[in-house]
């Protein structure tokens, strides 16, 4: 079975600019959440998607937005970029069935802001 | 909000000798407890979890134990190698609907050969 998969695996943008991040969650699963990391902050939850809405959300400000598709595949997008929005950005996907709540983590896209 | 604290940040040992990392977490409502470990340039991979309705977990060479009253958590790696090397996070969470993990700030495991 395939593994959680995240496109593209880094990026290099600018002050101001505005990216989208993409995640394909392992197959049949129904659950995909985001987090950021950095080395001063380290691991800290952005919002978790279910059934295409979003379920719940961390304390990042409204600049960092998310969707997800009916296949359960999501995106994340930053805009106005900032130089601490560099990080890795991981997503993680669930089964999000009663009882299954093991996260599995994709490889991250390494993200620059210069 | 949950806050998860882990100890020691890092931690060296020899191979062969048993490692252990610790963590508390605040919130008497978390539920499950799973621990990463994350090797450079790569996502965290799960390693291990326990849930709170368990007090120890053991698969192979590691082992998890949970303390619900002292809310404290730890993680056992017995005869380390050095492909156990890598960075290890521990993560609490509610459950249920909120899934999200809060997660402790690491801890860079060394296993010196």
């Known amino acids: 079975k395939a593994g959680v998969t995240q496109t593209p695996r880094y990026l290099i943008k600018t002050r101001g600019q505005q990216v989208t991040l993409s995640c394909s969650p392992i197959?049949?699963?129904?659950?995909v959440s985001w987090y950021q990391q950095t080395p001063g902050q380290g691991l800290q939850f952005l919002f978790e998607y279910f059934s295409e809405t979003q379920r719940n959300k961390g304390n990042f400000p409204g600049r960092f937005s998310g969707r997800q598709f009916s296949n359960s595949r999501s995106e994340m997008n930053v805009s106005t970029l900032e130089l601490g929005d560099s990080a890795l950005y991981l997503c993680?996907?669930?089964?999000?069935?009663?009882?299954?709540?093991?996260?599995?983590f994709g490889p991250g896209t390494r993200l620059t802001v210069l | 909000g949950e806050n998860v604290e882990q100890h020691p940040s890092t931690l060296s040992v020899q191979e062969g000798d048993s490692a252990v990392i610790k963590c508390t977490y605040s919130?008497?409502?978390?539920?499950?407890f799973p621990w990463y470990k994350q090797e450079l340039g790569k996502g965290p991979q799960l390693i291990i979890d326990?849930?709170?309705?368990?007090g120890e977990k053991k698969d192979q060479r590691i082992a998890v134990t949970l303390n619900k009253t002292a809310k404290h958590f730890s993680l056992h790696i017995t005869e380390t190698q050095p492909e156990d090397s890598a960075v290890y996070f521990c993560?609490?969470?509610?459950?249920?609907?909120?899934?999200?993990?809060?997660f402790g700030s690491g801890t860079q495991l060394t296993v010196l050969p």
């Open positions: 197959s049949g699963h129904r659950s």
């Open positions: 326990i849930r709170s309705n368990v």
């Open positions: 919130d008497s409502a978390s539920n499950y």
């Open positions: 993560a609490a969470s509610i459950g249920g609907s909120a899934r999200q993990l809060t």
């Open positions: 993680a996907s669930s089964l999000a069935l009663a009882g299954a709540n093991e996260q599995f």
